[in-house]
T-cell receptor, first 111, second 111 residues
């Protein structure tokens, strides 16, 4: 079973829409959680960390549900520039806090 | 700003060649990582290093080796390149076991 699973998409949404992605993880001991963004043919970059209490950064909101072992990312008022692949990342504290990446969810925001 | 550089953006090699991929970071980070990224499989960890001369196998180390003689430099070596090693190779560094900073990637084609 994969450590991290994501719906590959693509999610095709119009500008201004609200869109949400979920990501499930298999190791209940996972400690840290992140969303990374990867543009086409570019390297991944940290979008935001995900805290137990949830966190918000402008139009982006991340939530953690430990009981059901998933994290979510909500994007409000989508912009064309939000088009990218969003990678979910969790760490394993029993293995050098190794990072496990999901294979990503592709988002296309259309005019 | 953290900067992670990789020696080549694109590389074409022949089966059986020895291939060196270099990664340099300028922020004195302890931890460095090599991943490969393939469509549908996401990022998979090949090797990582948490100190000079220290290395740990990731999830797919077979066919690869690494070298970390200096803190800022982490090299990935393909001893005898094979066609199934055609991929995007991403180097990352991290100051702790939290955020990772990625280089621009090397797209390797093995003919």
């Amino acid at each position: 079973r994969k450590e991290v699973e994501q719906d590959p998409g693509p999610f095709n949404v119009p500008e201004g829409a609200t869109v949400a992605f979920n990501c499930t993880y298999s190791n209940s001991a996972s400690q840290s959680f992140f969303w990374y963004r990867q543009d086409c043919r570019k390297e991944p970059k940290l979008l935001m960390s995900v805290y137990s209490s949830g966190n918000e950064d402008g139009r982006f909101t991340a939530q953690l549900n430990r009981a059901s072992q998933y994290i979510s990312l909500l994007i409000r008022d989508s912009k064309l520039s939000d088009s990218a692949t969003y990678l979910c990342v969790v760490t394993n504290p029993y293995n050098f806090n190794k990072f496990y990446f999901g294979s990503g969810t592709k988002l296309n925001v259309k005019p | 700003d953290v900067k992670v550089t990789q020696s080549s953006r694109y590389l074409v090699k022949r089966t059986g060649e020895k291939v060196f991929l270099e990664c340099v970071q300028d922020m004195d980070h302890e931890n460095m990582f090599w991943y490969r990224q393939d469509p549908g499989l996401g990022l998979r960890l090949i090797y990582f290093s948490y100190d000079v001369k220290m290395k740990e196998k990731g999830d797919i180390p077979e066919g690869y080796s690494v070298s970390r003689e200096k803190k800022e430099r982490f090299s990935l070596i393909l001893e005898s390149a094979s066609t199934n090693q055609t991929s995007m190779y991403l180097c990352a560094s991290s100051p702790n076991w939290d955020t990772q900073y990625f280089g621009p990637g090397t797209r390797l084609t093995v003919l």
